[in-house]
């Protein structure tokens, strides 16, 4: 360590800053010397920068207005409208766009990072143990400053499980299941909430409140607890029973509403207004999509994995059961990232939206050429998570299918429900409903051809099914242990 300490004393006051900004002590298990020896290449890169652009001159001191610390944010650099894409200021909480009330992105400084934040450093690192196997891995495009800032469960990293060939699966040959119920709260929610509340933290929001069909309840009811903050969910009365006790369990002030979920934003909407919450609400905040993004970026680190590829690389088709959309945009967002940091090409998956026919805005928008979608009135289906009436995201995910050449179908209560079974009879996945729908989608688009059995197909589980309330099988045999007749057990079952 006597190395750093001497470079340090001999370090003037701008250079330590522009040290500690670079994150020279990011990297532990790197021995201090690499990192003195790597730091002075890269100085001498930022030193250059930095004075050719006139930010900075030699006389400058480390309480420069400029370099006031109080004033550096977080990684990201930029929160900018999807619509108009006016400019927001980072430092302080933020929903929706002031200029026309469309969701905000967060952006990073990509082109400085990609000089140090590589595929390479991302793996010898989690394999190493100086990075977190968890979506942390990639803390330098999340909304965070340090990882001891990140509220974290051990969200992400979750398994790309190959499909097996046999029954209906039978013929396809580069099939792959994202299976997020390995999650902290069994739901891909965890991720999304997981950098919501770091960065809702950060800022100093001190109370919390969204609406919630589902999962989304308990994950924010489990990371505002993790973070010691009060929060608010209110949930349609007949949502499952299982999410609400989750949420309420973790300490969350429930609310059941006799309602859908846009009746729940309503309420949400006023409670912020009149008792100062923060609203979390799907897309209405900007940093739910940031975890939802690190879906993104392990796909192709997934698939370096299982299909022992020599390069990162995006799979053929990606079938995605669709409520709000945030994990759809937060994935085509991870893809543009990934390109400009130069870890991927321009290719891209086609994208598909799998909705249940009940409640599909964005199928029906699709169908019809639109590039919004209405509001679906009296919406039902047992896939409680895809029951979402209109979504503010509805432009972005339509534009994505658009650009990705792909395209929107809705499923039954009844076919999502056998996809549901097959996924567990066939493949030991016990899916959620709504995962359900993503193989029955991918049934109808193999039956048309639009789909070819040997393409690379990413099915995306979002929960578990257990997290559903359900009767177990009526036709069950019940036996008396002691008269027991095995031949009508083997009947029977």
Known sequence: ?????????????????????????????????????????????????????????????????????????????????????????????????????????????????????????????????????????????????????????????????????RGPFSELTRCLIKDESLNPTASFKSRGMAAAITRAKSLGISEVALPSAGNAAGAAAAYAARAGLPCWVFMPVDTPITNIIEASASGAHVVLVKGLIDDCGKLVREGCERHGWFDLSTLKEPFRIEGKKTMGYELPFDLFDVRENTKLRLPDCIIYPTGGGTGLIGMWKAFDEMEQLGWIGPERPRMVVAQASGCAPIVQAWDLGKTHAERIENAATVASGLRVPAAIGDFIMLRILKESRGTALAVSDQELLDAQRELTHYQGVFAAPESGATWAVAKKLLDRNWLKPHEEIILFNTSTGIKYSQDPPRDLPVVDPSKTDWSQILETT
């Not at 532990?28 to 100085?43: H, L, Y």
């Open 1 to 165: 360590m006597w190395p750093v300490i001497v470079l340090l004393k001999k370090l003037q006051s701008k250079q330590r800053f522009l040290m500690t900004l670079y994150g020279v002590y990011r990297y532990p298990a790197v021995s201090a010397e690499t990192q003195v020896m790597d730091f002075s290449r890269r100085f001498q890169e930022w030193d250059t920068i930095v004075q050719s652009s006139g930010m900075i001159h030699d006389s400058d001191e480390l309480n420069s207005p400029l370099l006031n610390q109080d004033k550096v944010s977080a990684v990201h650099n930029t929160l900018s409208c999807a619509s108009c894409e006016k400019s927001h200021e980072i430092n302080i909480p933020q929903n929706l766009c002031h200029e026309c009330s469309k969701p905000l992105l967060a952006g990073y400084p990509l082109e400085t990072l990609k000089n140090h934040f590589t595929p390479n450093l991302v793996r010898h690192e989690s394999a190493d143990g100086s990075r977190p196997l968890s979506m942390w891995k990639f803390h330098e495009v999340l909304p965070v400053d340090s990882l001891d800032e990140s509220v974290s469960l051990g969200e992400g990293g979750t398994p790309l499980l190959p499909t097996i060939r």
